[in-house]
């Protein structure tokens, strides 16, 4: 039996100021797999998340996930449909805690109203501490225990980049796409992310990673998409994209190696 | 400090004072003396940083309060309810004026602390709120306060639906400048629909309100009346601060496209945010008709916005307790220093500046030092 | 009659243009709107005001050679207040920047409401009346009535736009300012000092605010400390209108209320006069945000 297709784009464009960003892609990405999509310095793989995600206008092209068009809706919408991201360039919620940051993800989850918050009423209470337990169960999912009540910008680094994905999670997504989880980390910090991911698939969520990291990439994912200059240029499973000329032709003539394997 | 660091800022603030030359007079020829205690405070500040013996003693203080914070809380309320006994009449009534602007900075708090959109505008709900008691009490011979009350509130809110539903989505610095047009256009309303407002001359003849069996006639009995309210409206935005629609707020504030992405209507959030201040700021002004018994475009200036804000900065953006505090210093203290009453404005204009810089978690503090004072207490590390 | 508005609108749109490039300025290098700027033109009025009332203690010469004295006021209440956007700069924006947005524009708040107390303080709360050295005699021509004075303001007006466009893209520190707008990282990388290409932007926005202030304080006769917060209001908006950021759009945009107010105060009511570029601002906030000559503006980005 073929695999259920979870999200897909079809001619996929996004243009800033008349240059073209991505160039009408096509992916389908399976239920339940790990997927990666690599490419070259400014090939458009996070302009690809974003027009997924709702975070800037696609000039062309539809999106669909779990068969719905999800094209043009507002992000908050389109996270509340089950499909939550993290950031490349962004922090958590530098002000709030550990604990504060993930119950921002159980947003969509919450029951209780303004009148509840203002009288405290046993719904607000039942709400809140179920959260809380979730939200501490999310913490200990991802190491951060001993963190709990530190303020977001007090972490470290790969912390931080720990606490995005607990945040993500919290949103008890279908699928997860994740931008770069591991730039700038050690390989032991490397190999934990990877754990992570493994778990969070065994936990029946698909996963969409962007990554430079070669030895995540081609450590966790199943299948690969590789985009250069906004247009798909490959896609396969790790063996094939490995010895794709065209791939190694667009890492190789942009200059730019990618990270040794 | 190297010397020639110092001798780049000795020039900087002889700078300084050459350019103010065309304005020093005799009474402000103490403005250069005040750049020099500025100076020396921003050295201080400089010293007390590198310092760790003061960060911790402010660390020990914060947590200390923190701590015995009902406690605190009681012991401030109770003093707040035996003053009346003791005060003049003059002195009430500068501290019922307090307890407004101290509703007022709470409510402009919602916007400025929670979701970080500065509203230099708000006295306009406030006067939205006081036009609205006035109007409803004198022109409809029916209509009591207990009804002009969250009448006051509602008219106030819908009118922060008008104005927030197309100006939300923008930029803050433009929805300053936008909210700040607001509160203009608020006045020159009251001031030209004279069939409504009564014009330049405003409405008069606003009564207090009775309880049935007694009206809050004398000035203890409103005071209490304004005390009660305060502590409400307190109450009611600290649970929503410290719930889903709090957190939510501080997340807008930090950052919308990372609160989008996790599911957070941002514009609703901040439509929220925004009425939920501006009905408020009318309940205010609702008890300011009544404290006052008669309104009139001049009490809604533009230093009025300014003044609460200024509360709002120098008691921590974002924090109610100093909100409060805000609030009660800025109109208590100048009525002591007399003297400077011309300066105020100056004064305060000078101290955003200051605080922005030097100070920008406010009086009270950061949250930093308050949630480590917490860790602390938990025995986590 | 149309006309007669017509050149009304135009004499102090030109002044609205003036201002409006200071906002436009600062945006492009600092990417925030410079609260306080109205402050400033206020506080070039007062020094014009200041130098005009210096004219008896001054030789003869001056006093009977009124135009040299009046290009000599110009120069000087301009020239300082220059330096008051210099140190405005200094103290209030530099640091703080890469704070919080909110921080800025509540210390611009608080600057301009310093610079507002300060002026009310030492030169009183009452109008000034700013001497007239342009005389305002009446002449008529084809039925629209103009003084000298209006000439002399659209001519300086026109003067000093075509003096910033020189300056913006014909010298190197007006090309550096541009570099700084377009990308101030790229400009730092090029060898571009961006601290003294924002010093410079400040303080060539207030140059042309105080020469607005004093063409304002002579054309009104009147000025007082509060000017500062309507004019600065509707330089604002004109800037908005034109497009922020865009300097063509400033004095297109200065013009263009110049002439909306005058139009509406001569038809409809003078009254709500003050209203009508609140109203012309929310509007195109809200409908066309990048202005009528804009491009398309990054909302919230």
Redesign the interface.
């Known amino acids: 039996m073929a695999p259920r297709d979870l999200l897909v784009t079809e001619g996929l464009s996004v243009e800033f100021g008349g240059v073209r960003a991505l160039a009408g892609v096509d992916i389908a990405v399976h239920e339940g797999e790990i997927l990666a999509v690599i490419g070259p310095n400014g090939a458009g793989k996070t302009t690809f998340f974003n027009a997924i995600t709702g975070t800037c206008a696609p000039a062309g092209g539809r999106v669909f996930f779990d068969g719905r068009n999800i094209t043009g809706k507002k992000s908050h919408e389109i996270a509340r449909l089950g499909l939550a991201r993290s950031f490349q360039n962004l922090k958590p919620f530098a002000e709030m805690t550990v604990t504060e940051n993930i119950l921002i993800g159980r947003e969509s989850h919450l029951a209780s109203n303004l009148l509840d918050a203002v009288l405290r009423t046993p719904r607000f209470r039942a709400d809140e501490a179920a959260n809380h337990r979730k939200a501490r169960e999310l913490v200990a999912f991802v190491g951060l225990d001993k963190r709990r009540n530190t303020l977001a910008r007090d972490l470290t680094y790969g912390e931080q980049k720990m606490l995005e994905i607990a945040r993500a999670l919290a949103l008890e997504p279908r699928i997860l796409l994740l931008d770069e989880p591991v730039a700038g980390m050690n390989a032991t910090e490397t190999g934990f992310v990877m754990e992570l991911v493994r778990k969070v698939q065994a936990q029946g969520i698909t996963v969409v990673l962007i990554e430079h990291d070669m030895r995540m990439v081609m450590g966790i994912s199943e299948r690969i998409y590789v985009l250069d200059h906004g247009e798909l240029i490959a896609c396969g499973d790790p063996e094939a994209i490995r010895s794709n000329s065209r791939v190694i032709e667009a890492y190789l003539g942009g200059g730019k190696l990618a990270h040794h394997h | 400090m190297s010397g020639r660091k110092l001798s780049a800022e000795l020039f900087?603030y002889l700078?300084?004072m050459l350019?103010?030359a065309?304005?020093?007079?005799l009474?402000?020829a103490w403005?250069p003396a005040v750049f020099l205690v500025v100076w020396g405070l921003k050295w201080f500040g400089d010293f007390s940083g590198r310092n760790e013996g003061i960060g911790r003693l402010r660390e020990k203080v914060v947590g200390f309060f923190r701590q015995r914070s009902t406690p605190l809380v009681l012991l401030l309320l109770a003093v707040a309810v035996v003053v009346p006994f003791g005060a003049s009449t003059y002195l009430l009534d500068v501290l019922t004026s307090a307890l407004l602007y101290a509703i007022l900075a709470s409510a402009l708090n919602i916007t400025?602390g929670f979701t970080?959109v500065?509203v230099?505008g708000f006295i306009g709900f406030y006067a939205i709120g006081a036009y609205t008691t006035g109007i409803l009490t004198t022109k409809f011979a029916l209509c009591g306060f207990w009804l002009a009350l969250p009448a006051s509130g509602v008219v106030a809110l819908l009118f922060g639906l008008l104005l927030g539903i197309?100006?939300l989505?923008?930029?803050?610095?433009?929805l300053?400048?936008?909210t700040?047009?607001?509160g203009?256009?608020v006045k020159?309303f009251c001031n030209?629909l004279d069939a409504l407002t009564g014009g330049p001359n405003g409405i008069l003849g606003i009564k207090r309100p009775s309880l049935g069996f007694a009206t809050l006639d004398s000035p203890q009995a409103f005071y209490w009346f304004c005390l009660a309210v305060l502590a409400m409206v307190v109450l009611?935005i600290a649970?929503?601060a410290d719930?889903?629609?709090g957190?939510?707020w501080?997340?807008v504030r930090?950052?919308?496209?990372?609160?989008?992405?996790?599911?957070?209507?941002?514009f609703k959030k901040h439509l929220?945010s925004f009425s939920l201040s501006a009905f408020f700021g009318g309940i205010a002004g609702a008890l300011f008709a009544a404290k006052q018994g008669f309104i009139s475009p001049d009490s809604f200036t533009?230093y009025e916005s300014?003044l609460v804000?200024?509360m709002v900065?120098l008691g921590g953006?974002g924090n109610l307790a100093g909100s409060l505090v805000g609030a009660g210093l800025l109109i208590v203290l100048p009525e002591f220093l007399r003297e400077f009453a011309?300066?105020r404005?100056?004064i305060?204009?000078?101290?955003?500046?200051?605080f922005?810089?030097f100070r920008?978690h406010g009086l009270v503090g950061s949250?930093?030092i308050a949630?480590e004072a917490?860790?602390h207490a938990?025995g986590?590390? | 009659m149309f006309l007669q508005h017509l050149l009304n609108g135009i004499t102090i749109g030109g002044g609205y243009a003036l201002i409006a490039l200071g906002y436009t300025l600062v945006y492009g290098v600092l990417k925030l709107i410079n609260f306080a700027h109205g402050e400033i033109y206020m506080i070039g009025a007062y020094l014009g005001f200041i130098c005009v009332s210096l004219l008896p203690a001054l030789p003869p010469f001056f006093q009977t050679h009124t135009l040299v004295f009046v290009c000599l006021i110009f120069l000087v209440a301009a020239g300082l207040c220059s330096i008051y956007g210099f140190y405005l700069e200094k103290i209030c924006y530099r640091p703080l920047r890469g704070a919080p947005k909110l921080t800025p524009l509540i210390s611009a708040l608080g600057a301009s409401i310093f610079f507002q107390n300060l002026v009310m303080i030492t030169m009183g709360a009452k109008d000034k009346i700013f001497p007239q050295l342009i005389t305002q005699q009446t002449m008529t021509f084809a039925g629209v009535s103009f003084t000298w004075l209006q000439l002399t303001m659209i001519g300086l007006s026109l003067v000093l736009m075509l003096g910033l466009y020189w300056f913006i893209n014909r010298t190197r520190l007006g090309t550096a300012i541009r570099a700084v707008s377009t990308d101030p990282f790229m400009a730092q990388l090029l060898g571009v000092n961006v601290d003294t290409v924002i010093s410079v932007t400040f303080m060539v926005g207030s140059f042309l605010a105080a020469c607005a202030g004093v063409m304002i304080g002579l054309y009104y006769g009147t000025i007082n400390f509060t000017i500062g917060y309507l004019g600065g209001m509707k330089a604002f908006t004109a800037a908005v209108l034109g497009g922020i950021g865009s300097v063509t759009g400033a004095m297109a945009g200065g013009l263009l209320l110049g002439i909306i107010e005058a139009l509406g105060a001569g038809y409809f009511s003078t009254e709500y006069k003050d209203v009508y570029a609140f109203f012309i601002l929310i509007a195109v906030l809200i409908f066309r945000p990048a202005g009528l000559l804009g491009r398309r503006l990054h909302e919230r980005a």
Do not use: Q, W
């Open positions: 900087f700078g300084l350019v103010c065309p304005f020093l007079k009474h402000t403005l400025v970080g500065l230099l197309p100006t989505r923008l930029k803050g610095d433009y300053a400048i936008v700040l047009g607001f203009e256009i020159i030209n009611i649970r929503i719930s889903r629609y957190r939510a501080i997340a930090e950052n919308e496209m990372a609160a989008g992405a996790l599911g957070i209507d941002v929220l533009f300014v804000l200024c900065v953006i011309l300066y404005m100056l305060f204009g000078a101290l955003m500046v200051a922005m810089i920008p949250r930093t949630l917490e860790d938990d986590a590390p």
